[in-house]
């Protein structure tokens, strides 16, 4: 029995790697602790655009199939889940360190799968995917800090992606002002349809040579950029305020100092959405499916075949996607 996944390998032995679309066996108990489910829906997330171009540091070993979510249909009863359940799965090693969703088929890991939210479509799952579930850390991260609405505005860098998208939602959700950090000046219309306030462009957050300790303007913050641009964000942050680190799309450094910490009190939380436990897993999904789907579909408006995967990943990181693009497996 076979079935279809795109599988990244090298060619030759010192050749970069590439993502093929092709018919593989399919093994009958793929991973230990696995669940056997039939991928529905799947997604290109940063870290599966960088694996299926080819990048370092995603995939732990070739050759493997990318695709850190799946949205799946179980095909045996196991685990306590029976035959024709529809979970989730976010990270836990999907796509890193064993075969991911960017197939007809996968074996999730146990302990990081959770029941498909009632009410909630499939494809709204993988609309979501692990850019909201991080999101959703993050904002939780920040309310259960103590920062209120009432304290000042949350600041939100990356905002045209997916992850970004997904925080403004979630914060003015919950009666935040959100102030929203982009590059493209296009989407400024859209992120205030989402739910910020206002729109500022990058410059203004990463200032040249900006000093350690400047102007207090964010009660909090979700940051998907790293680098200058968190230094930046916590030189900025008010005292008390909570910035959380999800990402490194401008970088992975933090070339800053401690002051923020030490003269205002600002808290760095870090997010981590591979590893976290079941019970935060549902507690985030909880809060996503409050979320109306008509602002779920306006970030993830896009579904496309498993055939175009590689194709988004290059606009993903080419900075060219809004939001989030749902991959179908079954097309
Ligand atoms: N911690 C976790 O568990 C976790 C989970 C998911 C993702 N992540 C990380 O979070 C980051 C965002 O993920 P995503 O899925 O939201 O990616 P994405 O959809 O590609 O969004 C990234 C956004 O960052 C901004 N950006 C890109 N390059 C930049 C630069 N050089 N300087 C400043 N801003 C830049 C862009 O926003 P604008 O165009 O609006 O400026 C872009 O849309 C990635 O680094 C990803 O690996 C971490």
Redesign the pocket.
């Known amino acids: 029995m076979s079935h279809r996944a795109i599988v990244v390998d090298r060619p030759l032995p010192d050749a970069r790697p590439e993502a093929i679309l092709r018919r593989v066996e399919t093994a009958a108990a793929a991973l230990e602790g696995g669940i056997d489910v039939d991928v529905l829906f799947s997604s290109v ?3 599966d ?2 694996a299926l171009t080819g990048g370092p540091g995603i995939l732990r070993s070739l050759p493997l199939t990318p695709g ?1 979510d799946v949205v799946g249909r179980v095909r045996t009863s196991a685990d306590g889940w029976s035959a024709g359940d529809t979970v989730i799965t976010n ?1 836990g090693g999907l796509g890193e360190r064993f075969d991911g969703g960017l197939a007809e088929r996968s074996a999730v890991p146990a302990a990081h799968t959770i029941a498909l939210p009632d009410g909630m479509t499939a494809r709204t799952a993988a609309a979501i995917g ?2 909201g ?2 999101a959703a ?1 993050a904002v939780q991260a920040i309310a259960t800090a103590g920062v209120s609405p009432d304290d000042g505005e949350i600041l939100v ?9 997904f925080a403004i939602a979630l914060l003015a959700a919950r009666g935040y002002r959100v102030a ?5 000046e296009s ?1 400024a219309d859209a ?1 205030v349809d989402l739910g910020a306030e206002r729109v500022l462009e ?1 410059s203004e957050i ?1 200032v040249a040579d900006g000093k350690p300790m400047q102007s207090s303007r964010w009660a909090g913050a979700v940051d ?4 200058t ?1 968190l230094v930046n964000v916590l030189a900025q942050t008010s005292y008390g305020g909570v910035v959380a ?7 992975p450094d933090l070339p800053g100092t401690v002051l923020p910490f030490i003269l205002r009190g600002v808290t760095l939380a ?5 590893e ?1 436990p079941l019970a935060r897993r549902r507690e985030a999904w909880a809060e996503l499916a409050t979320l109306p789907v008509d602002v779920i579909d306006s970030i993830a408006p896009r579904t496309e075949p498993l055939e175009r995967a590689t194709t988004i990943a290059r606009e ?2 080419a ?1 060219r ?4 693009v749902v991959i179908d497996t079954r097309a």
């Open positions: 997330n940063y870290k655009a960088i850190i990270g692990t850019a579930f991080t850390l860098t990356g905002a045209g992606g997916g992850v970004g998208s929203a950090v982009t590059g493209r989407l992120l990058r990463d998907s950029v790293g680098s641009t680190a999800c990402g490194l799309a401008q970088g870090g997010i981590n959405s591979v976290a993903v990181l900075g996607v809004a939001g989030r």
